[in-house]
């Protein structure tokens, strides 16, 4: 089954609102700022000191106070309790959706909000959700990569920004701003429980700050987060029927076999953000990660009587099927910034991202190796149907994205004889991705030993046949794995200025090419009227364009229901 092809959509938004300024009537302003203040941004416009109510879309913001208030150790679960646009849903018994969760704004895909770290694009997860999750058929970003602890402040731009970030900002932009303090220490340790008694958290992470030679900083963070599983299946009630080859087994009925609920995961996550200024004018800044998360999650029961996929010689009495994983996502950005003179100024850089996804089976089992030796081997006993019934654990393969940013900024004012000055910004961004499928161990994805083209009777019933590949995830066959890349390029510009002291216009226009699915223009428009003192309309109208991410055009898979 292959998800997805090259495509492109568009879209065409329209938004507008009122806004309230004064004591802590600021909707799009942060929930912790004292009444009256604002906090400069520093998405949807690209004017340095705009504040959220000043700005032309509706911005959230996230500080660092309202973080350590919240029980949350998992950042995208911090975002969703603290603004109400974005949804980060429980998954459970959806494959690799149950450890890479997809993450949603405004109702629309994971897949079209684009996700910055410092205001640098993140990689995106490898993984793409075919489970019946949030999100079918698309691959987001795993904001659990970023440990909650480096985080100074999220912003979260709730408007369609295609034409000024990307194909990928249909829905809006979150913005994460690393923490930067020169010096300090903090120390979180966190434990934490379900009503039900299950689900154990525990969480340590470390921040530490260090001030380099005259005004440059170096900041890290280590966590460590461990998540138990949470089961809420209720006990079996099933009876064992049907024949079972003789094997002796014992009904299930009043105990708990299934499991519903949170998988188990293990995060090691680390960050660091730094800069050195390197003379009066310019600056060298550089920020990067690591994180590696190992969880297990379940399939269905398999029950011994079920003849397609039951070997009852191995598990008389059933199985529960685990799937377990391995994610690791790095990244590193290096640049340099400069002011060409008192109103310009320039930011290049470079930025490597990479998410690793890596499958496997445990206490599970290819139920046509089984029946493939009995197939050839007429008469055998139970003893040695078992004793070739392959692996119960295998390496089903994994999948990998990778990208090569390259971006040059340019941002100034410039009098062209309006009352205010014309903010102008315009940039340069080449992209490199590549997406690869590494096929699994034999077993994981065969019919029997050879990959026959035939598929055998099962050994519980002969008048069926048994499934092939390892349950509950076949793994990923030579046909199935395979590399594609591809190279975008994007021009933009982006125009701002007062042409009234109560009246900001704004507007935005950004070419991109990709080598797969050809060129697009997209523009945005927008303007924000003070009506009073205190009182504002804004709204914006902007088409948007999507081109199909690189994982949803690579990704296939082979599975028998």
């Known amino acids: 089954?292959?998800?997805?092809?090259?495509?492109?959509?568009?879209?065409?938004?329209?938004?507008?609102?009122?806004?309230?300024q004064g004591s802590g009537m600021a909707f799009a302003q942060d929930r912790d700022v004292?009444?009256?203040?604002?906090?400069?941004?520093?998405?949807?416009?690209?004017v340095e000191g705009r504040t959220a109510t000043e700005t032309t879309a509706p911005i959230d913001i996230i500080n660092t106070e309202a973080i350590s208030r919240f029980g949350q150790t998992e950042t995208a679960r911090l975002i969703q309790q603290l603004a109400p646009s974005f949804n980060f849903g429980n998954n459970t018994i959806s494959d690799g959706s149950d450890i890479s969760r997809p993450a949603t704004l405004r109702g629309l895909g994971p897949d079209q909000v684009l996700v910055l770290v410092n205001g640098k694009r993140n990689v995106g997860s490898a993984w793409v959700n075919i489970g019946q999750s949030v999100g079918r058929g698309s691959a987001g970003v795993d904001l659990n990569a970023i440990p909650a602890a480096s985080i100074a402040r999220i912003e979260i731009l709730r408007d369609g920004a295609s034409s000024q970030y990307g194909s990928d900002a249909i829905a809006g932009v979150i913005n994460i701003v690393l923490k930067d303090n020169p010096e300090g220490t903090?120390?979180?340790?966190?434990?934490?429980?379900?009503?039900?008694?299950?689900?154990?958290?525990?969480?340590?992470?470390?921040?530490?700050?260090?001030?380099?030679?005259?005004?440059?900083?170096?900041?890290?963070?280590?966590e460590r987060r461990f998540r138990d599983f949470t089961n809420r299946a209720n006990q079996s009630n099933r009876t064992l029927a049907g024949p079972n080859a003789g094997i002796a087994a014992v009904p299930t009925g009043g105990t708990t076999i299934f499991r519903v609920g949170d998988s188990e995961a293990l995060n090691w996550q680390f960050m660091g953000n730094a800069m050195v200024p390197l003379g009066t004018d310019f600056e060298f800044y550089a920020f990067g990660k690591y994180m590696n998360r190992e969880g297990e999650s379940t399939g269905f029961y398999r029950h011994p009587f079920t003849a397609d996929r039951a070997v009852p010689q191995v598990f008389p009495n059933g199985f529960l099927p685990l799937q377990s994983t391995e994610v690791i996502e790095q990244s590193v950005v290096a640049g340099i910034r400069w002011d060409i003179n008192d109103d310009w100024h320039m930011d290049a850089s470079v930025n490597y991202g990479a998410n690793q996804f890596s499958f496997g089976a445990l206490n599970s089992i290819n139920a046509s190796i089984s029946a493939e030796y009995l197939f050839n081997n007429p008469g055998a006993t139970n003893a040695d149907i078992a004793a070739n019934s392959g692996p119960n654990d295998v390496f089903s393969g994994s999948l990998k994205v990778d990208q090569v940013i390259f971006n040059v900024d340019l941002n100034g004012q410039v009098d062209i004889g309006l009352p205010n000055p014309l903010y102008v910004a315009a940039g340069f961004e080449q992209r490199e991705e590549t997406y690869r499928i590494t096929q699994g161990d034999p077993a994981s994805y065969q019919c029997g030993t050879t990959d026959a083209l035939l598929a055998f009777p099962s050994v519980v019933d002969p008048a069926q046949t048994a499934n092939c590949g390892i349950q509950a995830f076949p793994g990923y066959s030579p046909s199935a794995a395979g590399k594609i890349d591809r190279d975008n390029i994007a021009l933009y510009l982006d125009v701002e200025t007062n042409v009234l002291d109560n009246l900001l216009l704004s507007g935005a226009v950004r070419w991109e090419n990709y080598s797969d699915v050809g060129d697009k223009v997209s523009g945005k428009i927008g303007a924000r009227y003070e009506v009073m003192d205190g009182v504002a309309l804004r709204g914006t109208f902007s088409k948007g364009f999507r081109a199909a991410s690189l994982q949803q055009q690579g990704f296939t898979s082979v599975v028998t229901q």
């Open 1 to 20: 089954m292959r998800q997805g092809k090259s495509f492109k959509s568009q879209l065409m938004l329209f938004s507008a609102g009122i806004v309230l």
């Open 186 to 222: 903090q120390v979180r340790a966190q434990w934490g429980q379900t009503y039900e008694g299950d689900g154990d958290t525990y969480t340590v992470a470390i921040n530490h700050g260090m001030s380099i030679g005259d005004g440059g900083f170096i900041n890290v963070t280590g």
């Open 34 to 46: 004292p009444a009256g203040v604002d906090e400069i941004v520093s998405i949807g416009t690209r």
